[in-house]
């Protein structure tokens, strides 16, 4: 639901900023996105290896 539908759906009179900042500090997030199923792509990148000491030659 987007904040003008959330706002619609309340029946406010508020601006969308105001309702932005109210979800804010109630700790409450968002996806930027629809929900959508994950991509099946596989990992492209190998793991990084271990830094520090441990992985140093000594």
Excluded: F, N
């Excluded at 508020?14 to 199923?37: E, F, N, Q, W």
């Amino acid at each position: 639901m987007t904040l003008a539908e959330l706002r619609d759906a309340l029946g406010l009179e508020c601006t969308l900023p105001a309702i932005h900042y109210v979800l804010v500090d109630m700790g409450l997030t968002y996806k930027k996105r629809r929900s959508a199923l994950p991509s099946k792509t596989a990992k492209t990148s190998p793991k990084r290896g271990g830094g520090g000491s441990a992985s140093k030659a000594g």
